[in-house]
């Protein structure tokens, strides 16, 4: 039997999980052969996820336990931050030496240098980032003055660039994928404030380059990332036609069995696995017009849910026995979701 695949949980617009796409891409991985990827709806988050990790942020690396030597018999090994997975990424293969991995002063200078950065950025920059960003959120907070001070930063790493166009030394370094994602937000909160700066001119010319160049593109983009949210195997899956959910919605109650039967007359309501939407929408909804996917959590529901056989071909579904209440329908989202719109913000 093949060995399970590395899982990553990530968010395509986190920049903790774009920096450890772009190590995992740049070790040379690929989501599908390599690593199996799990897109997070931080709004809702996949059990699998809180028990991988119960602090609940992505990125998460879960590696098999035969990938995990040193981590004791049977057991996998969690990665639950973004650090801890570029290192294991850079670890298996860094051939453009992101690391700086050599034993001489100027590679342990260089990592010392990279290091200092990286902190700066987790820390000082990120603080005035957020609170820049998001000033909603902070109120009484100055946003001018964490606008300041994030610029104040950038100012010293624009410095750092003058020599060669990377942040440390001549060539690409882990500084460069660490912060990219960071000083990427703090000019889409502002495209022209930051543009303006021309003090930040070297560190202009640098983004522009990752923004225009093949690595960043890579890791926003199939297979790296997609906007549509990994289904969690712990939930179940209903199709539901738009209107008779939206009664539901004004009734506090969802009584309907399939297309066309209400659970009154079924008995129970038909549900689908994560991994059998696709071929129940194929089969009754394709042509019904306006059509929801409801995820479900049957820990939620007062009535039981039964893996149950189909008559005509003994493929086993999820039924609930009862009806569904509101409160255990975690989202209702079109179905097939709608083509994302290409451009735009990320
Ligand atoms: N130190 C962590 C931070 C990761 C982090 O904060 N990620 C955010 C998304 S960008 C998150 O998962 N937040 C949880 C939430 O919003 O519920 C790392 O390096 O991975």
Redesign the pocket.
Known sequence: MAAAPPILYS?R?????I??RLALAAAGLTPGADLELRE?H??R?PPELLEASA??????LVLPPEASAGAGEGAALVL??????MAWALARHDPADLRRSGEGNAEASERARIAAMIEQN?GAFKHHLDHFKYANRHPGDDREQHRDGALEILRGWSAALEPCGWLVGGQPSLADLAVLPFVRQFRLADPEGFDRQTALAPLQEWLQRFLQGPELAAVMAEPWATRRPWRSRQWIYHLALADEWRQAQAQGLYERSTRGQSLESVGFIHASGADQVEATYGRFYADAGEVLLLTIDPGRLTASVRWEPAPATGECFPHIHGPLPLEAVLAAEPFPPPQPVTGGRC
Not at 55 to 60: A, E, L, S, W, Y
């Open positions: 968010f617009r986190c920049p903790y999980a920096r450890a997070v931080l709004g988050k602090k609940g942020t992505v990125p998460v639950p931050d973004s650090l801890g997975v987790d």
